[in-house]
């Protein structure tokens, strides 16, 4: 055959690069991680500023907006336990479906699968990308809380946890991200253009899983937490990614 | 009357001017050929028709009314660039909306005419989104029929259709204005199907129209000539040049001679003296060898 | 059929509205959205009513609804936020309302059938008015499934149900005027972000949680200047409201919608469609 | 070689067969014209041979290689139905994804130089959905060229584009299938263009090929015929009929088949006082052909 300017196909770079130069080049990112900086901002401020009254929603420390710590009602369904970052992963989600779904419902899916007859690549590149995306939006919300924190003039000092517990918290979240995103790909592999349901779809798995998270990514968290987010991370996402590669390979692309 | 007068129309998008001083008159009851290049300005001008964009200056008119006037705009039917139709519900209910939308009064009756028209009775369940090109075509083209509008405006509705639809969207537009004296304008670039039903022409180059002619006015004032080929040319000319002036020979071996002689007197001429003709044509002027003359021309006329 | 016979008989203003509203009528009865955002506003009063209350220091969380009828409205106006239970009441119908304007409209948008639309009908205000009235058509079938949602929920978790039913009524009525209000602006700002629908979505949900009027509440106080704005009277119409509240909301409601349908108009006829 | 074969292929979607038992030869370097009515499964054969879809069952080689060899499909460029382009990013930026995607060497320039081609250089920097139907159709074809394919499937490619652009990919094709050995399946309802580059047909019908023919097959099963427009028909047809085998009239026009020369049948027919408007020699047009082809049973084909 004649030489052809298309090097030997390196096909996980090529899609990642795919990938990244979409992700840059659309709003989509830039706005997620606008809304991720000004949530804990809103829920900080809004609730210490409100002339006084006794209310439900109220936050002791700056930290109470990450996480709450490990043996204080964390299983309760309340209000407080919930309005902490934990909220960013049903963030993920609408990101999820909003990227996939945008990807079939333009047909430029077409194009990526016409070259490429393995399905892993997409579905590795996706969940790497993704993960990394939501781990730009959980760093927005911890710089968030804090000029939250600052102007709701509540208190910096970590009770009962220390510096690196938060560190190990936030790590032990981010680790979590590939586990939530690997799900979102699948139900966004399975809806493909209808945006509507890989957005609910993913929504509704996100929430089933998410009372775990409390319990696994307290305040006080330590080396351990991380191993097991990494760990539980790594393996869903590898049990969602060839879920989501045989949906692929099943049905028509198009 | 004209259906659509249109006085230097004038439409930019972010310092790109799509539209520059467009002058148009598109008679009653004509089929109105409008051809160009892409983005010379056609779809922008069949949009500011529809009223879909706002024209930064002049005037355009619809049989006789403002094109603002409600009356005269629910009396249109447009399909432009793609059939407008919702990708969720299924072919028919997209036209009951569209007939509800005019207000028609025998709303089914009327669906099931159109459908019959395009022959899609019986793909009129089908959802709009699971329809391939051609069929989405054809639901567009059955949705501007709705109502027999008395001015179509088709954006290259030829896209997509077959051999088969290609007759079939003919057929339609000699119909609907023959028998409701509709008028109509389409543009494409398939000039081999435009040329066949197409009453008037306008040809837009950068936004302005440089040409505007009806069909048989292009026929009688383009120079037309017979076009002829002998065993022996060189004998042929001579005769040719004695008894016609309007005689030469072009470079494609073949010999022209300008003028209106009928070319059965020619041939009786040539073969009086023993010439014997291989090749003889009167030559009908085609639309896309006089667009492409009319495009090299630099000058406006 | 010679050519100057084709008469165009003008159609009335009405005869044009309805047209315009039997087409958004026939899809808003004919695609599923309606009727998901109808169970939605079913469902969410279930849901939080069953939430618990904040706990503090451990002992067992009080439920944070004592009437079932708290759920329609909050007992007193208090524009700021500091008990969730005065917050999320049947206000949360008019956020779910934001949203399914907001997709019906770019639906719209989207498929392209607005080039049909605005072909045949001129005039912008069709539009606007045809959008307003369905998007308030659907808040008020959206508060109806609220309530009998709420009720369901009421009996079940054994609340009570005890109220003054003349100012419950009041304050359901009041609501259900106010969704001409908040349709009228959800399909004003729907209609000037066409082009990024994303942003009227996100848009709407932000304006329809009544967040900025609880800002300008936290800073200047418990004025009833607030009630000018369509989340101020909302929660003004509350389970203590008094005839004059259901006027006063009624009017709010009105000149907003009258104001948004006509600016929207004024805006669309400037500008190009898509 | 052949660059595309398959083997009784088919696909359904539910009880409706798309495409049933069809079998396809598409040699390396051809351009193989496909023609088929709409809905007769053209889009669906080309979205399985490009991979998009799952055949129900039939064989797919592509360069004697299976269709799931990494290195055959890494070479395949395809403009099906739309061109895939995201609506709110800018031409350039369209393009460069798609450089990224078949991991070009030095996407910018060739970038560049594949809008060069189309003419679409002036507009790269505009939206994708601000594009007119034509220059979104320009930008397709400019992506599936781009780092020139070995196969390349073009669905319909001249819908929209106006005489220049027709002009363009003409020359476009015929310098990849020369210079590059580039192999092209392309389908298109204008036959007229099509009969201008394709060196191979393929006819199908109802989700079956019913005939695949080369040009030159083409050609000596279209018959040159004389076409002669005598001003008395009548007269000329009976004249004729007799001294040639095959004479039969369409629309005002006498055509005979057979080798007669157009010379001796102006001279004959003027021999006996018949009067000629126009003599023509021509060949039976593709779009013809295909017309009696559909005319003909499915059974009386084979």
Same mark, same amino acid.
């Given at each position: ?21 979409r992700?840059?080049a ?80 333009s *047909?430029y899916?077409?194009n ?52 690196? *517990? ?74 969602? *990614? ?13 | ?194 040329? =066949? ?56 071996? =073949? ?47 | ?38 169970? !939605?506003?079913?469902? !969410? ?153 994303? !942003? ?75 | ?82 061109p895939g382009c995201f609506p709110?990013l800018s031409v350039w930026q369209n393009m460069m994804i798609q ?12 970038v ?16 994708f ?10 930008v397709?074809?400019a992506m ?15 819908? #929209? ?40 047909? #393929? ?100």
């Amino acid at each position: 055959m004649v030489k052809y300017d298309r090097t030997k196909p390196k096909k996980l770079k090529s899609m990642l690069s795919v990938d990244f130069l979409r992700l840059f080049a659309s709003p989509l990112l830039y706005v997620l991680i606008g809304v991720s900086f000004s949530l804990p901002v809103l829920i900080l401020v809004m609730t210490t500023l409100n002339g006084g009254e006794e209310s439900t929603l109220i936050f002791t420390s700056v930290w109470q907006s990450i996480s709450s710590v490990s043996e204080e009602g964390a299983t309760a369904m309340d209000i407080t336990s919930m309005m902490n970052i934990n909220l960013l992963f049903f963030l993920t989600s609408v990101l999820v479906g909003i990227f996939v779904s945008e990807e079939f419902k333009s *047909g430029y899916a077409k194009n990526i699968f016409a070259i490429r007859h393995k399905k892993g690549e997409y579905v590795l590149s996706k969940i790497l990308l993704l993960s990394f995306s939501g781990a730009l939006t959980f760093i927005a919300y911890f710089l968030g809380a804090i000029v939250g924190g600052k102007i709701a003039g509540l208190s910096f000092e970590l009770t009962n946890t220390s510096v690196t *517990g938060l560190i190990f918290c936030m790590l032990s979240k981010i680790a979590l991200l590939p586990l939530f995103s690997s799900i979102d790909l699948l139900i966004s592999v399975f809806a493909k253009q209808k945006t509507w349901l890989s957005i609910l779809g993913s929504l509704a798995l996100s929430a089933l899983l998410f009372p775990t998270i409390p319990m696994m990514t307290p305040l006080n968290s330590g080396i351990i937490n991380l191993f097991l987010c990494l760990a539980g991370g790594i393996i869903f996402a590898f049990c969602g *990614g060839l879920s989501s590669k045989f949906i692929l390979d099943h049905t028509d692309i198009v | 009357m004209f259906a659509i007068e249109i006085k230097d129309l004038t439409k930019s998008f972010k310092g790109l001017r799509a539209v520059d001083g467009l002058t148009m008159k598109v008679p009653v009851g004509s089929i109105y050929g409008f051809i160009g290049e892409n983005g010379s300005g056609k779809s922008t001008t069949e949009k500011l028709i529809c009223g879909h964009l706002v024209p930064d200056g002049g005037t355009i008119k619809l049989f006789g009314k403002d094109y603002r006037d409600a009356g005269v705009r629910a009396k249109v039917g447009a399909l432009i660039e793609n059939a407008g139709c919702f990708p969720n519900s299924s072919v028919y209910n997209n036209l009951k909306m569209q007939a509800i939308n005019l207000g028609l009064k025998n709303s089914d009756e009327e669906i099931n005419r159109v459908l019959k028209i395009v022959r899609m009775e019986k793909d009129a369940q089908i959802k709009f989104k699971n329809c391939s090109l051609g069929m989405k075509q054809r639901v567009g083209i059955a949705m501007a029929l709705l109502g027999s509008p008395a001015l179509l405006i088709l954006d290259e509705p030829i896209n997509g259709l077959d051999a088969d639809g290609m007759r079939i969207m003919r057929e339609i537009l000699t119909d609907i204005t023959a028998t409701y004296g509709s008028t109509v304008l389409i543009s494409s670039h398939v000039f081999g199907e435009l040329e =066949k039903i197409a009453t008037h022409y306008g040809i837009i180059k950068q936004g302005k129209l440089i040409r505007e002619i009806s069909a048989n006015e292009m026929k009688r004032t383009s120079k037309s000539y017979i076009l002829v080929e002998c065993d022996d040319n060189k004998k042929a000319i001579k005769f040719l040049s004695l008894k016609y002036d309007g005689a030469v020979s072009d470079d494609y071996g =073949k010999l022209r001679v300008y003028g209106d002689e009928a070319s059965s007197d020619i041939a009786e001429y040539l073969l009086s003296n023993g010439i014997r003709i291989k090749y003889l044509k009167k030559n009908k002027i085609r639309l896309e060898e006089y667009y492409l003359d009319v495009m090299s021309r630099k000058e406006k006329c | 059929m010679d050519q100057n016979q084709i008469i165009f008989d003008k159609p009335s203003f009405i005869e044009r509205l309805k047209r315009m509203l039997g087409v958004d009528f026939y899809r808003l009865l004919h695609t599923p959205v309606f009727y998901i955002f109808l169970a !939605i506003s079913a469902i !969410i009063p279930a849901m939080v009513l069953s939430m618990t209350g904040m706990s503090q220091e451990g002992e067992i969380a009080k439920p944070l609804y004592t009437e079932t009828w708290q759920m329609i409205a909050a007992k007193q106006p208090l524009y700021v936020v500091n008990d969730i239970a005065d917050y999320a009441n049947m206000n949360m119908v008019f956020i779910f309302g934001g949203i399914m304007i907001s997709i019906f409209i770019g639906h719209d948008y989207r498929s392209g059938y607005v080039k049909q639309l605005f072909t045949t009908h001129p005039q912008k205000q069709d539009y606007m008015l045809s959008k307003s009235l369905t998007g308030a058509f659907s808040m008020t079938c959206m508060c109806v499934t609220y309530i009998i949602g709420t009720v369901f929920s009421g009996i079940l978790s054994g609340t009570s149900f005890e109220v003054n039913v003349s100012s419950l009524l009041i304050s359901i009525l009041s609501k259900m005027i106010l969704s001409l209000g908040w349709a009228g602006l959800y399909t004003f700002i729907n209609v000037i972000l066409r082009k990024h629908f994303g !942003i009227a979505i996100a848009l709407s949900f932000f304006i329809g949680t009544g967040i900025p009027v609880i800002g300008a509440a936290a800073i200047v106080g418990n004025s009833s200047l607030l009630n000018l704005f369509l989340y101020g009277s909302s929660v003004y119409a509350c389970l203590g409201s008094s005839v004059t509240a259901f006027f006063s909301g009624a009017i709010v409601s009105i000149v907003w919608f009258i104001f948004y349908a006509f600016l929207g108009s004024v805006i669309l006829s400037k500008s190009d469609v898509y | 070689m052949n660059a595309v074969e398959i083997h009784n292929l088919s696909k359904f979607f539910g009880q409706k067969k798309a495409v049933s038992g069809l079998d396809m030869v598409v040699p390396e370097g051809a351009i193989y014209g496909f023609i088929g009515e709409n809905g007769s499964g053209k889009s669906t054969t080309e979205k399985i041979i490009c991979g998009l879809m799952r055949p129900n069952n039939g064989q797919i080689k592509l360069f004697g290689k299976d269709l799931s060899d990494e290195d055959v499909r890494h070479k395949i460029g395809c403009l099906i139905e739309t061109p895939g382009c995201f609506p709110n990013l800018s031409v350039w930026q369209n393009m460069m994804i798609q450089a990224a995607n078949i991991s070009l060497r030095n996407p910018k320039e060739k970038v560049a130089e594949a809008l060069k081609l189309v003419r679409m250089e002036g507009s790269a920097s505009n939206k994708f959905r601000n594009c007119s139907l034509g220059m979104k159709q320009r930008v397709g074809i400019a992506m599936a060229l781009l780092g020139n394919p070995a196969l390349l499937i073009l669905d319909e490619p001249i819908n #929209g584009l106006d005489a220049d652009g027709i002009r363009i990919m003409r020359e476009v094709l015929t310098d990849l299938t020369l210079k590059k050995k580039c192999s092209v399946i392309i389908s298109s309802h204008i036959l007229g263009e099509l009969e201008k580059i394709a060196t191979h047909y #393929g006819i199908i019908r109802r989700g079956k090929m019913i005939k695949q023919v080369t040009a030159e097959e083409l050609e000596r099963e279209c018959p040159k015929y004389v076409a002669i427009k005598p001003l008395d028909l009548n007269s000329a047809e009976n004249l004729l009929s007799e001294k040639y085998i095959k004479v039969t009239r369409k629309d005002n026009f006498l055509r005979i088949y057979g080798d007669a020369s157009p010379e001796e049948t102006v001279n004959y027919l003027f021999k006996h006082g018949i009067k000629v408007e126009e003599v023509t020699t021509e060949k039976i047009s593709l779009e013809e052909y295909y017309i009696d082809l559909m005319k003909k049973g499915e059974n009386e084909i084979w």
